[in-house]
């Protein structure tokens, strides 16, 4: 007689822990959001709190805070998939936010600094006390530091060395008047993780994540898709390469990385052997310093 084995795999062990907080999060806090871009680890994250809540819908909206500079693809596939689940899109728009001169837009064409206060904003206009993210700590040394559990002040803004302790994944979700919890379902996935899953659960992600043959150019060893967002400078070479998106931020500061991954197959097969994180590999935006990433989140970035 065969002994049934009820040890759960990585991937579901991953899922579980992610669903357990989600529904956590849905009991503790009076009105949650999770955020959604279209990029994969945000897919992932939607996908498992279906998962978790099915057969009933997703009791919480979604909410992206738009740069005004993301790739047509993605935002086609954003309002594909909440269309789907029926689920209501709440869209903070940072170019609205620049014409109305609340931000200023920055020398350098990123758009991050400058997301954070509209994404505040919003929190404080819809009176969001929770807000679930899809960061992961393989992603960055200051994300590699952060709770699963998240807190905020009433600024929004994040202090690393005041965080609760979070013992036998026991998470304690109250909040004071004005303050704001980031939580991170997703904290424990690898990269490789998420693809995995998307594999496992045969989840629609946008094509741009697949190889294909791309007009780009080349700066400062970073390859970029030749889009409304980048043009060709003088002098530089435009070339048709076969490349694919790591990681879809704003168009006019994500690079692709040379790549024949043309299916999920094919694309962990690549992930699987590379050294080098997708924000590392194809972030401009997180260039400019050492601790832009930890700036940002202390002044209430995700």
Known sequence: MTTADHRLTQLQTLEAESIHVLREVA???????????GGKDSIVMLELARKAFAPARIPFPVMHVDTGLNFPEVLEFRDRRVAELGVELIVASVPDAIAAGTVRQEPNGSRNRIQTPVLLDAVERHGFTALFGGARRDEDKARAKERVFSFRDEFGQ????NQRPELWDLYNGRTHLGESIRVFPLSNWTELDIWGYIAQEEIAIPALYLAAER???DR?????????FITPKDGEQVERRSVRY???GDANLTAAVPSVAGTVAEVIAEIAV?????????RGDDKVSDAAMEDRKKEGYF
Do not use: I
């Open 220 to 228: 400062a060893g970073m390859l970029y898709a030749v889009n409304e």
């Open 246 to 248: 790591r990681t879809v």
């Open 158 to 161: 994040w202090d690393p060395k």
């Open 274 to 282: 590379t050294r080098l994180t997708e924000r590392g590999a194809t």
């Open 27 to 37: 009991a503790e806090s009076e009105r949650p959001v999770l955020l959604f871009s």
């Open 215 to 217: 007009d780009v150019v």
